[in-house]
């Protein structure tokens, strides 16, 4: 069933007419990239005559009328994966997420994933996120990294989160195990671009990150072009008689794709089990012991779990904050190299 939201423009209005409705519409579900589309569609008219150009000229006092039809399905299908859900309410979710889901159907990957999931879990309670029967995915984790993730249920939840992850005002802390132990006193470190030590034993990365010109499934470290991308680390535990090994706390001042894998393998620290940035070094029998050089050999994924994760609630605003322990696999890994 289709509804109706009337309303005027305030004085001083923005000179293009989607910016102007975005701030004025009293329905604050309504984004500025949908008010854009029910435009483009139609589906507002001001003062009687209907508008199809967002970036038209309007005048206070103008009464606007928006005409909302009914969500659309989405074209993907729910399926009955079970969830580890660790917070939900009607206007968002937080799941744990296992090792080796993807988080949304892409064309190699067209079922089996979160989003797949989430439609079946959340059914009619799922608003119309963008005019669309769907959770609004705001942040991803890869597909062989585990741990916290958050989704809107509604377009008021996902434009607040989006909002939030876009000004870098949550937080995200990751567990790794990485090769080697970063350490101030490395030369190497010392002398590599974009690294820098804070109080408190804090590894700093601060590069660009682009698109690998040979392989474009992967990302780069690059100076020119590309996105801004800050990584923070600690060491939580050094592994082995010799450290040759490291337990980290890793926190994301940027969210970017596969950040913390190509700063840490970048920093000459690679992840664990990583099969595009771990590299192919041989674990130190004689430093870890033979279970310990084994675990660490044999750990079929990246060794990075999103273990912590806080926000403000993008409705009622309340501060959240989500912690998750280790998984299986990770755990037996510590205890290994722990021995």
Not at 15 to 21: E, N, P, T, V, Y
Not at 94 to 99: L, M, N
Not at 132 to 154: C, E, F, N, Q, Y
Request: glycine residues 10%; proline residues 6%; contains cysteine.
């Amino acid at each position: 069933m289709s509804k109706r939201v009337s309303f005027q423009i305030a004085a001083d209005p923005p000179r293009r007419l989607d910016k102007a409705l975005a701030r004025d519409v009293p329905d604050d579900s309504l984004s500025r990239s949908r008010l854009a589309k029910l435009i483009n569609d139609g589906a507002v008219s001001i003062d009687g005559s209907v508008l199809t150009d967002p970036s038209a000229a309007v005048a206070a006092g103008s009464l606007v009328e928006i005409v909302l039809g009914p969500a659309e399905e989405s074209h993907i299908g729910p399926e009955n994966i079970p969830l580890h859900i660790v917070w939900e309410d009607a206007d968002l979710i937080v799941v744990d997420k296992p090792a080796g889901m993807v988080v949304h159907p892409a064309p190699g990957t067209p079922s089996g994933t979160l989003v797949n999931a989430l439609i079946h879990h959340c059914g009619a309670s799922l608003s119309g996120v963008g005019g669309m029967l769907r959770p609004g995915i705001v942040h991803r984790i890869d597909k062989d990294t585990s741990g916290l993730l958050v989704a809107a249920k509604s377009d008021r939840a996902h434009q607040g989160l989006a909002a939030q992850f876009e000004a870098h005002d949550v937080e995200r802390h990751y567990l790794a195990v990485c090769h080697g132990v970063p350490d101030a006193s490395d030369p190497r470190l010392a002398g590599l671009r974009g690294i820098a030590w804070e109080s408190g034993g804090i590894l700093k990365i601060a590069t660009r990150l682009d698109r690998h010109r040979a392989d474009r499934q992967r990302q780069a470290v690059t100076w020119e072009g590309g996105r801004h991308a800050v990584t923070r680390t600690r060491v939580v535990r050094a592994f082995g008689q010799t450290p040759a090994a490291a337990l980290l706390d890793c926190w994301l001042e940027t969210g970017r794709t596969h950040q913390i894998r190509v700063h840490l393998a970048y920093a000459g620290h690679g992840l664990a089990g990583d099969p595009v940035y771990g590299g192919q070094r041989k674990p130190s029998v004689r430093a870890l012991g033979e279970v310990g050089a084994d675990a660490i050999s044999r750990f079929p994924r990246q060794a990075l779990h999103a273990a912590t994760l806080g926000f403000r609630h993008p409705v009622t605003n309340e501060m959240l904050r989500f912690e998750s322990a280790l998984p299986s696999d990770l755990a037996e890994l510590v205890r290994a190299l722990d021995g």
